[in-house]
């Protein structure tokens, strides 16, 4: 039993008011395309500067910054996999970026965190297996962990994601 409520919605991470969004980065984080680069153009050139401070990021782990200009106070910075047909450890990669970034959720105090849907962009994850990966580490995570979250979001740019996102929130019920 928990409290949290895990939801998929649709919109753009930078505007929602959580109290830490998670940014789907590569690994030097210095910003990118996607939701990298809607991240960093809304947070500001103050982002840029704490993020080179932080060494870059290995595939699975996971970084925080202030949230800048966003409402969001924090940023968790995750690189996800590439898409290399599913035998390369991704999945447990995939798994690893949602547990350590809650892992960093935890750590801030944030209650409220928006991720996006990592991977299933530029780096080519197949959407229906990513969606099932998060909705399934983040339920577990919630159940380790009751109490520390109200309320955890997919935020899905398009209908795709959303429906993908929704079935995957369905199939845990
Ligand atoms: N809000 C929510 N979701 C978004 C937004 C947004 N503003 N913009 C895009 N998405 P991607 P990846 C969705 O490519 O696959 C970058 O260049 C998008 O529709 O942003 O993890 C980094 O620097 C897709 O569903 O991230 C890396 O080099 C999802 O976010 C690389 O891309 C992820 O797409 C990371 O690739």
Redesign the pocket.
């Known amino acids: 039993m928990c409290d949290t409520f895990l939801e998929a919605v649709k919109g ?3 505007t929602m008011e959580f109290d830490a969004i998670v940014n ?3 690994s030097s984080l210095l ?8 991240i960093h153009r809304a947070a500001g050139p103050e982002l840029v500067h704490e993020c080179r401070l932080l060494g870059g990021c290995k595939t699975g782990q996971a970084k925080v910054t202030k949230g800048y200009n966003l409402k969001a106070e924090w940023i968790i910075h995750t690189v ?1 996999p590439v898409w290399r047909g599913g035998e390369k450890g991704e999945s447990s990669q995939l798994t690893q970026c949602y547990e350590n970034s809650l892992c960093c959720a935890l750590e801030k105090k944030a209650c409220s965190v928006a991720f ?8 080519g994850y197949p959407l229906e297996k990513a969606a099932k990966t998060a909705a399934h580490t983040t339920a577990e995570f919630v159940w380790r962990n009751p109490s520390q979250f109200s309320r955890i979001a997919f ?1 899905c ?2 209908e795709a ?1 959303n429906s993908a996102f929704d079935c995957a929130l369905e199939e845990l019920a």
């Open positions: 753009n991470i930078v789907a980065a590569n910003g990118g395309g996607g939701v990298d680069g809607a996800g996006p849907a990592i991977s299933t962009g530029r780096f935020v740019f398009d994601a």
